[in-house]
């Protein structure tokens, strides 16, 4: 429900503060005053798209705040939270500014938001009634609506188990017909992953195995060098007989004799004490040297020729490996376990066909189950809420008119079911009943629009309704009738009207006149409440355009005591 409603600055409305609070507002006003503003000031506080030349003329920006007593609705408050808005003490509090340059900021709870949260949030707040939203009342989808808000929580809780089965059989349908189409392609991949595999594992590559390979095989390709150098090497540093000359001392020898020599006179000048120590170290350097030269030559292979072909044999299969999986052989080897990953995904996509199929059955057998429920819920509603509404038709001038609430069943299911819903109305009898945005004007479109919504919200009642213009085209009787369905909505609704009737403005328990001032340089409005005295003289206007006619003002106090 909205509390109170502020506009700055939008069309010629300078500064007015509008309390509302519950039960039936009036909004009245000469032509021109400004009363449809109240209606568009609410439309961009629910997030219609902003139109700069609403700022009025000579100011900089225009601004709407509302402030909301929040019902509960946990799905509500979770949105507001969601946006880093606050309903303090269940108070919401929405605003909008829309600058002249074309810029728009939305307020949601104190927190600057998206306007698309606002359209969120009116979409559970109120429920707007103009020209527009009566166009809209002739979409499929918006009868559609209204028949199944009509229908109770019984269609509701059968729709949203459908919603859900509905879902489940499009979702696995969707997958089975990818999975189902991509078979043969699965199928050539699985063969050509599994000959990969065995291919790769019949020879079994180690990491870095090609750079050992590589290695050994220039070694042994180069083995008899490598035997003759290191003979010769250790011939010279052991003194062996085979790679050295009888008069060639031995490295090993010559160093031993330059350390005896240097030890000899050591004693006669410590300088040279170093030089010996030195001289010991590369005897024991040499030592050694001399024992790996040794067992590097007792290490060499044997039987290199035959190894070496070993070592080439096998360099091929890793050649041959890396070229087809390549470019590495460390992605040969990864190939292995993430293709045996790949494989065994491949291999159970079989499986998870058989699951979708049974899934697939499964859920539409459910769904179907649901949208034949549906169906017989929603023509058992259409005959009551087709009867219930041609009952309001009647007191709403339209005596002779006859709703008609069609469903018919589609070949496919939809998100709503197998239904489709129209409204169709028989303007009078035997005429052929035809849908309502070609069998009815815009003045009986909004008698229709309010009957259905007088009989709908006895049943499914919204916070907030706001009609304009809904007494287009009527008068004397019917005016009254709209008036009184006006005040039953409003029983368990709130209702905001703006009309030029004094014969609906009656039955408001909140009168509220939209004021024009011209006296300064631009036209400027202001929101007054009536009561007494002020708001029986706004009815003699309304009645006769002259507030002070002693027969308009006893016919206004006819009127306000009827209502």
């Known amino acids: 429900m909205i509390e109170e409603l502020r506009i700055r600055d939008l069309g010629v409305i300078a500064d007015a503060t509008l309390p509302l609070g519950p039960g039936l507002t009036a909004v009245t006003g000469e032509t021109g005053a400004g009363k449809t503003m109240v209606v568009t000031a609410l439309g961009l506080l629910l997030g219609d798209r902003a139109d700069t030349a609403a700022v009025r003329a000579g100011a900089d920006a225009a601004s709407v705040e509302g402030i909301w007593r929040a019902p509960e609705d946990p799905e509500l408050t979770e949105r507001v939270a969601d946006a880093g808005g606050l309903i303090e003490e269940g108070e919401l509090v929405l605003a909008r500014t829309l600058a002249r340059e074309g810029r728009s900021r939305a307020v949601v709870g104190g927190r600057s938001t998206p306007v698309g949260v606002l ?71 699985a063969a050509e992953l599994r000959l990969a595999i065995e291919r790769i594992e019949a020879v079994d590559p180690r990491p870095g195995e090609d750079a050992e390979l590589a290695a050994e095989a220039e ?117 292995l376990d993430d293709g045996s990953a790949r494989l065994l995904e491949l291999d159970r996509t079989d499986t998870r066909i058989v699951e979708l199929e049974m899934t697939v059955t499964e859920s539409l057998a459910v769904a179907e189950g649901h949208a034949a429920t549906l169906t017989r819920l929603r023509k058992d509603a259409a005959e009551r809420l087709a009867a219930e509404v041609t009952a309001e038709l009647a007191a709403l001038a339209m005596p002779d008119a006859r709703l008609h609430v069609e469903v018919t069943e589609a070949d496919r299911l939809g998100p709503h079911g197998r239904d489709e819903v129209a409204l169709l109305l028989a303007p009078h009898p035997g005429a052929e009943p035809r849908p309502i945005g070609r069998g009815a004007s815009g003045g009986e479109l909004s008698r229709i629009m309010l009957a259905i919504e007088v009989v709908i919200g006895a049943v499914d009642p919204v916070p907030t309704f706001v009609f304009d213009e809904v007494d287009a085209g009527v008068g004397g009787a019917a005016a009254i ?71 308009a003002l006893a016919h206004a106090r006819e009127l306000l005591a009827l209502a």
Do not use: C
């Open 219 to 335: 070694r042994l390709t180069n083995l008899e060098a490598l035997r003759l150098a290191a003979a010769e090497a250790h011939g010279l540093v052991a003194g062996a007989v085979d790679t050295a000359a009888e008069d060639t001392p031995d490295v090993t020898s010559l160093l031993d004799r330059a350390r005896r020599a240097v030890e000899r006179v050591a004693e006669h000048d410590r300088a040279l004490q170093p030089v010996a120590e030195a001289l010991g170290a590369l005897v024991y350097a040499a030592g050694d040297a001399a024992v790996q030269l040794a067992g590097y030559l007792d290490g060499l292979d044997a039987d290199g020729g035959s190894r070496l072909d070993a070592v080439h044999e096998r360099r091929a299969l890793l050649a041959e490996l890396t070229r087809a999986h390549g470019p590495e052989l460390e992605d040969v080897i990864r190939l």
């Open 119 to 189: 359209q969120e949030l009116g979409e559970r707040l109120v429920v707007v009634h103009g020209q527009s939203e009566q166009l809209r009342l002739r979409s499929r989808a918006a009868q559609r609506n209204a028949l199944d808000r009509y229908a109770g929580a019984e269609l509701a809780d059968v729709a949203t188990a459908f919603l859900a089965a509905y879902s489940r059989w499009r979702d696995a349908d969707a997958e089975l017909a990818r999975l189902t189409e991509a078979r043969a392609s699965r199928t050539a991949e």
């Open 481 to 551: 009738e709209i008036g009184r369905r006006l005040a039953r909505l409003a029983t368990h609704s709130q209702v905001i009207v703006v009309t030029h009737l004094a014969q609906v403005a009656a039955f408001a328990s909140n009168h509220l006149r939209v004021q024009k001032d011209t006296a300064g340089q631009f036209t400027a409005s202001s929101v007054a409440r009536l009561t007494g005295a002020e708001r029986e003289r706004e009815m003699a206007r309304l009645l006769s355009g002259l507030d002070a006619s002693d027969s």
